[in-house]
């Protein structure tokens, strides 16, 4: 059974950052194992010292650029792609179970779709099933099928607005970093239930959050991807 949970961005960091520092903490040697390698550190201990007393201004510089990167990358990166890429990653890195991840936004949203925004290109074979979908202004579900393959994918896209929620499933989905384009992506990949490959792949341009899903093979996933505009 898969934990779920709800975040916050700053507390997804927070929590990421600690996992990293516990991960290289649990690699370091142990105490008992150090002793025995290094019996005597006395004259360690001592150059140790003197070098701290001699550096301890740039250090404290040092931890104060550290904070102040941190403050900045909260307070002013808070919405941007690059940095919810971030926090996926370390996510995805560090958090084997399923996580759902809320992000608010500064400034105004897209309040509708571009105009003529869509999925322009359809698989061969594949024929578009307008019973299960839905089209609005600000975000429509397009599902397509084949019954020759018996195979079949969606595409959603979504202008981003505030709480707004991302899914994680690392339990069960394998998480990498791909390219749409120019533009930065994460394609996840996991096993159905009748044993076929399944590809998510998400990513964001202009204010549009876009995700396919389906048991299609990768390059026809991605080639979809690359006509969404």
């Given at each position: ?40 550190t006395s004259r360690w201990d001592a150059r140790l010292q003197a070098a701290l007393h001699k550096r301890r201004p740039v250090l ?44 608010q936004v500064d400034g105004e949203p897209l309040e509708q779709l571009p105009n003529g925004y869509s999925d322009h290109y359809v ?107």
């Open positions: 059974m898969s934990e779920q949970t709800e975040v916050s961005f700053d507390t997804a960091l927070v929590m990421a950052l600690h996992a990293d520092a516990q991960k290289e903490l649990n690699e370091l040697p142990t105490p008992a194992q150090l002793k025995e390698r290094y019996p005597d404290k510089r040092v931890l104060v650029a550290v904070l102040t990167l941190v403050i900045l990358t909260l307070g002013a990166l808070a919405v941007s792609a690059d940095f919810r890429k971030a926090v996926y990653t370390m996510i995805q890195k560090f958090f084997p179970i399923e996580m759902q991840l809320t992000y698989l061969d074979g594949f024929e578009r099933d307008r019973e299960q979908e839905f089209e609005r202004a600000e975000n429509f579900l397009h599902v397509y099928s084949s019954k020759e393959s018996g195979k079949g994918y969606t595409v959603r896209c979504s202008i981003i607005q505030p709480g707004q929620q991302s899914s994680f499933d690392n339990e069960h989905t394998t998480y990498e970093n791909v390219k749409v384009g120019d533009v930065d992506a994460t394609l996840g990949t996991s096993v159905g239930e009748n044993g076929d490959t399944v590809y998510i792949l998400s990513w964001e341009r202009g204010g549009v959050s876009n995700t396919i899903m389906g048991n299609i093979s990768r390059d026809e996933i991605m080639k979809i991807a690359e006509n969404v505009f």
